[in-house]
């Protein structure tokens, strides 16, 4: 069987966009060389000096790993030389990260979470890096500003993940349904082995961190619990299974179909959204969530439709088979 690289797959489809001019595929081909590089580092975890925590804490008030730093600054230095972006955003820095002044630009806009689920990474773990590209809105290229670049959900170009698991893994979408890619690393290439994915419409599956039950709002325990009654009207008994690497559990509910909640709680009142960040996380997981036929909300309103105000804002996420989205928007919207 002849074997799609996915730089061959990307030009196939870009034939389909009239405006293409092949900036798109080198910003996507060095977020793949950087995904390797990334993904080199991974292996070698345990052998080489990279586990660990740096000793520092992030924007989010969390231990920044060894690896968490090294992704971080691997994309950024490949990234802020491809000439095709204006600004990039990283779940690991607090503020926009500008190109430099004398390097070329261009209107695309990157986000991205680094290392997902990083606090898994010395118990070998799967955990990955999560992009978002944007086309800027307006603003001139040499001082891009925020309101330049923010935008909703719905405005991504492009979205999707790198997975370090059992193999490595890319998922991603276009806006063209959702194709995934598996590193060869014989030939050192992706090659389509999940092409079109769709997400199951119900799955059997909830993934949810349960032990924060006592700090949920009524509404989400009543969701919750109609995961685990064998009489609810979804008619079935579903089964947990949650990692606690968002990126981990995302790509098996997508591929097994199911539903993953990070809920807002009461555990901490400055952060009454959850914990997970809406434009690095919750958006491009949504994108491919709604893109392979399922759904991701807030609990009630679509993630996409989300305008974000600020860079690192947090919102609550439901995300995977509709079926089980939408039951549990429906709790959420019931009086
Ligand atoms: P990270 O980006 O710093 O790794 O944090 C996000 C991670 C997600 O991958 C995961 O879903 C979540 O944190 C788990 O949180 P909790 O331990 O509260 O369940
Ligand atoms: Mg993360």
Known sequence: MRQISVTEHLQLHQKNIPEATGRFTSLFNELILSAKIINRAVNKAGLVDVLGDTGETNIQGEHVQKLDEYANKILI?????CGVLCAMSSEEQADLIQ?????????????FDPLDGSSNIEANVSI???FSIYRRKHGNLESVELHDVLQKGSEQVAAGYFLYGSSTVLIFTTGDGVHGFTLDPSVGEFLLSHPDIRVPEQGKLYSVNEAYWHYWDKKTQEAVAVFKDPNSDLGQLYSLRYIGSLVSDFHRNLLYGGIFMYPA????????????????????????AEQAGGMATDGLNP??????QELHQRTPLVIGSRKDVQKVQDIFAAE
Do not use: S
């Not at 190109?99 to 986000?111: A, M, S, T």
């Open 77 to 81: 230095h490949r990234l802020q030389r």
């Open 99 to 111: 190109i430099p002044r004398n390097f070329p630009k261009g209107d695309y806009f990157l986000v």
């Open 128 to 130: 990955g890096t999560i």
């Open 265 to 288: 709680d009461f555990r901490d009142p400055k952060k009454p959204h959850g914990k997970l960040r809406l434009l690095c996380e919750a958006a491009p997981l949504a994108m491919l």
């Open 303 to 308: 993630i996409l439709e989300i305008e974000p």
